[in-house]
């Protein structure tokens, strides 16, 4: 039973939500300020943050940045406007999917559960790329022997690339495949997924060695 | 003749008018007063001469005079000159006429007169005696001469011929200079003209280069003053819609998270209240769709809609589309095997949604949804077999709130799709139009640019 927490100022949306995501078995606490949202996620550590963009102290955006300075919360951020604005600007603070108001409670929890999801444990454990060291089943990633805090979507594209070496993935293969979206995803989680993957794992992201762009059609892990 | 329609013919043609006329006016004042003092000039001359003439006979003259003197005063004054003396007379004018002679006893008088050889001047005169007494009184002989003044009116002539020149000079010269002017009022004009067409077609930014401080550029203020209110006005409707749709997602969000619940929750022992919820959930939902249409208009009023182009294999969006919504069955397609294009994937995916749930819902099957290469442009077509659209609905099918038969029943869509499908369509550069197949049944072709994707 997962722990969500709802960071969302207004009470009824925030009372609504809760209602419609415990009847799909999370257990749900809630926090109305940005602040408030920050002090319960270090007190509760829940095991995922769904947050709404617009709120009264910090913005979400500004809640975004500092949960993912803490640690690999996976985070889904709300948005009302839908604008490219608000997408652009969560995701680059670090989200792991987004969804827009008004949300039906089964594209939610669906979304919810995705980003959760740490992949089924596979047989051949650990692979080494390089300096890079890739624990299937432990789910755990070594840079130079030094564990490689990620979000649950960070490793499962890292997984899903890694697991076929030099073989080139759609923008939206990834999404059908680790984020679960229908055929409409949208392809910049893959971008801004790949984005914070290289600042973690690559020497310098700038000039990746390990999840490489293959440009118009998508990524591909090495050959390294 | 009809007077012409256009600004320039008609300033123009004012101003030639003006021109001319003030030209010939000047030139015919100018060619009478000189032909006027010409003339007096020639009768001064002619009637000196014979004065000058007289005065020379004057010793000579014997009273009563006998005929041989007054053939010899004759002689003395040239050809065409008459004498006489009490009923006596020497030479024959036909031309003096009495009243003239009447008058010429006592004094000098002169009459121009118009012959067929030309015009003449007439002059009669007493010649005076100056008796003992020092007393000047005419003598009974008097002089009649007539003097040809052709040459005059030649000259005369020459005057007007040369007036009429200059008006006519003036044409062509008044012609340019009314051209230049009417340019120079005709370009702030059209410039007035184009921005306030672009404006009526709806670029609301178009604003006139203004310059100078004249009535036209006042007219060009004016303009622009009037379409930053209308700008104005209209962004504030438009803020208002956007903030309208906003506020409503907030209850939305939370109705859409309990209505599911209350549907779920409901107990098959009420009925009533099992119906109940299904109808919230239903109309839930239609409201959602509302809002979300209402932003997406929004954006497109407020230029904020973006188009995200990716490579698109359009034959795999297509049917993604149709069986996302579980219409794959009930639509005939007739798609190539592989066509792949730069489009935003999301907005061509709304496009065929509109039109193939109006065909389903409006229209009759069998739908078809044709995919094809036309030159550099793809090609979407749509049809049913329904009855097809009216001519009223044919003309206003993309409006917003449209609804093509008020006597039925509402469609459960928002009645923006069009609107929002034909936004689409030209964000992407493309067109959507609408029509009748030729075996009856409403035919839409949306029309996209067709880059090979890379």
Redesign the interface.
Known sequence: MPVILLIED?P??S???Q??LT?YGNTVRTAGTGEDGLRACHETAPDLVVLDVMLPDLDGFEVCRRLRARGPVPIIMLT?????FDVVAGLAAGADDYVT??????VLDARIKAVLRRGAPREDDTRTHGELEIDAAGAVVRKSGQPVALTPIELRTLLALSAAPGRVFTRQQLLEQVWEH???GD?RLVDNCVQRLRAKIEDVPAEPVYVQTVR?FGYRFGPV | MRWPRGLRARLVLAFVVVAVAGAAAAAWAGAASAGASLVAEAERRHTEDLVHRIEALAPDLNLPPDQELLDRVRDSLGDQAQVTYQGRSSGELPLITGELRTAARDRLVFQRVDTEDGPRLLIGTPIMSTGLDLERTPSGIEVYVVRDLSDVARQVDALVGTAALTSAAALPVAVLLALVAARGVLRPVRRVRDTAAALAGGDLSARISTGGADELAELGETVNHMADSVQEVLAEQRRFVADVS?EL??????????V??LA?SADDRQPMARESAELAVAETERL?AL??DL?EVS?FDAG?A?LRA??VEVPD?IR?CLR?RGWLDEVRLDLPEHLSATLD??RL?VIVANLVGNALRHGAPPVRVALREVGNRLEIEVTDHGPGLSPEALAHVFDRFYKADSARPRSPGSGLGLAISLANARLHGGDLVAGNAEGGGARFVLRLPHEE??
Do not use: C, Q
């Not at chain 1, 009302?80 to 490219?84: E, K, P, S, T």
């Not at chain 2, 997602?249 to 309990?258: H, I, K, S, W």
């Open positions: 207004d009824l949306v009372r609504g939500l209602l419609a009847r009302a406007r839908g604008d490219d108001k008004p949300v039906r409670p089964a229908d055929y409409l392809s118009g | 906003h997602r907030t209850p939305l969000t939370t109705l859409t998270a309990v599911e619940v779920e959602v809002v979300e932003m954006r904020m973006r990716e490579p969006a993604d996302a994937r999301r995916d994707a890379e």
